[in-house]
C-alpha cells in the first residue's frame, strides 16, 4: 500500500526583520515569486505570519489587487458604503466622500449598476477613488494600479501623488525602476522571501541589476 504523500511546504518569507517610519516610501523590488505581495498581505494583516509578528501603528489602506474588499452583487454606491465600513468608519460619515469618488472615478450612471458589471478599467477607477478619498497613515500598493485612456491615467498619477505627499508611509511594490525611483525613498529586495538589500533606492536597485540581470 502506497504511502500518503505529505503536501509541499513553501515558505514564501523567511527572517524578515524591518522599521519603517513615518516618511519612508519603499520600493519592494524582486522577480515574480519573490515575496513581495506576500509581505504586502502580512503587513495588511490579510496573512498572519507562522512565527514573529508585525507591529503597525496608524491607520492602513491597502490597495493591493481589482475587486479586493468589493462585493460583486452591490452597486457601486453600495461597495463605496462598505469599503468604509470595512476601514472602521461610520457609513453616515463615510457618504461625505462619495461624491468626491463619484467625481473621480468618472463611472457616472455605471455606480447605479453591480459591480460584476464592471470592465478592470472601471474597478481601478472605483479602487482608486475609494482608496485616496482618505487620508491613512500607511498606504500599501502591490504594482502600479492604473488603467484607463490616457487622460485618465495622467488624473490618477495626480491625485496619487497629492495622496501619498499626505501618507506617513507608502509601500509599493512594482517592477518598474522609474516608478520606484520617482516614488520612493528606500527599497527592499526580496528573493524566494528572502532580505536581499535594504536601504537607499540606488544601492538596493544595484545589488538588484548586479544579482539578477540578465537572468529574467
Known amino acids: 500500500m502506497r504511502s500518503a504523500r505529505s503536501a509541499p511546504t513553501v515558505r514564501a518569507l523567511e527572517d524578515i526583520s524591518l522599521n519603517i517610519a513615518p516618511g519612508d516610501r519603499l520600493g519592494l523590488i524582486g522577480a515574480n515569486g519573490a515575496g513581495k505581495s506576500t509581505l504586502l498581505r502580512v503587513m ?10 508585525v507591529a503597525v501603528s496608524g491607520m492602513i489602506m491597502p490597495l493591493l489587487e481589482l475587486g479586493l474588499g468589493f462585493d460583486g452583487d452591490l452597486t457601486g454606491w453600495e461597495n463605496i458604503r462598505l469599503r468604509g465600513m470595512y476601514l472602521g468608519i461610520k457609513p453616515t460619515y463615510f457618504e461625505r466622500f462619495a461624491p468626491d469618488i463619484a467625481a473621480f472615478s ?8 453591480p459591480v460584476r458589471t464592471y470592465s478592470s478599467g472601471m474597478m481601478m477607477r472605483l479602487s482608486l477613488g475609494i482608496a485616496t478619498a482618505l487620508s491613512p497613515d500607511i498606504l500599501l500598493m502591490d504594482e502600479w494600479m492604473m488603467a484607463g485612456d490616457a487622460a485618465f491615467m ?11 505627499e499626505k501618507t506617513n508611509i507608502l509601500v509599493l511594490a512594482s517592477h518598474s525602476e522609474p516608478i ?19 536601504g537607499p533606492v540606488d544601492e538596493v536597485l544595484g545589488v ?4 539578477f540581470e540578465g537572468t529574467e
Not at 490618477?156 to 497629492?162: K, N, P, Q, V
Not at 520606484?180 to 535594504?198: D, S, Y
Open 44 to 53: 495588511a494583516g490579510i496573512y498572519e505570519p507562522d512565527t514573529g509578528s
Open 208 to 211: 538588484y541589476k548586479e544579482l
Open 106 to 113: 468618472e463611472l457616472g450612471e455605471y455606480l447605479d449598476l
Open 180 to 198: 520606484i525611483r520617482e516614488w520612493c525613498n528606500k527599497a527592499l529586495l526580496l528573493n524566494a522571501g528572502h532580505v536581499m538589500a535594504f
Open 154 to 164: 495622467q488624473k490618477a498619477h495626480d491625485r496619487l501623488a497629492g495622496f501619498v
